[in-house]
């Protein structure tokens, strides 16, 4: 039911500011702008809505990325460290190759995958922290690549973790 006050169709005044309708204005980001705005626009209204540009959430906003956004520790912080490779099982016939603490040798992750992904024709994401997932077996070929590319990183460096693989044993 429609009350008689209210005449159709709505007009909707928008922030100049964010965007949104002046009445969502509070729940923006950019408050002091929509404050600002409103003052200067549309002095009538700016008093009849209640932006406090001071206010502020307690919530952290999530970052993109996740768990990816914290800085590892440098080298010589934590001690010796050594880049993992390791094999993990992900579904029937499928693998994926993890590599570990390339970080520390002050290799950036994202440029590492990229490398990864174009050298063996995969795909390639940044996981963790210090966490690359390679899709497919590539760890015989990573014990020669790394330092190939890098050459902070020697052959004692890199540490071979093992793990499970789907590939079957060859019977005797």
């Not at 929509?34 to 959430?57: S, V």
């Not at 190759?97 to 040798?105: C, I, N, P, R, S």
């Not at 950036?108 to 963790?128: D, H, I, L, R, Y």
Request: charged share 30%; glycine share 8%; with cysteine.
């Amino acid at each position: 039911m429609a009350s008689a006050d209210v005449q159709y169709p709505l007009h909707v005044q928008y922030c100049g500011a964010c965007t949104m309708p002046l009445e969502y204005c509070e729940y923006s980001n950019c408050k002091a702008a929509c404050r600002e705005w409103l003052e200067k626009n549309l002095p009538d209204l700016a008093g009849e809505l209640t932006i406090d540009p001071a206010a502020t959430d307690d919530k952290k906003s999530q970052k993109r990325g996740g768990k990816g956004t914290a800085k590892p520790n440098k080298k010589g912080a934590a001690g010796p460290s050594k880049v993992t490779l390791q094999i993990s099982a992900r579904s029937k016939n499928k693998n994926v190759t993890l590599v570990k603490g390339l970080t520390a040798f002050g290799v950036e992750p994202k440029v590492a995958g990229k490398f990864f992904a174009n050298k063996f024709a995969c795909g390639c994401s940044v996981t963790g922290t210090d966490e690359i997932t390679i899709q497919g077996d590539f760890k015989d070929e990573l014990f020669d690549l790394i330092p190939e590319k890098w050459s902070q990183i020697t052959d004692d460096d890199i540490e071979d973790l093992g793990g499970e693989s789907n590939k079957k044993k060859e019977k005797e």
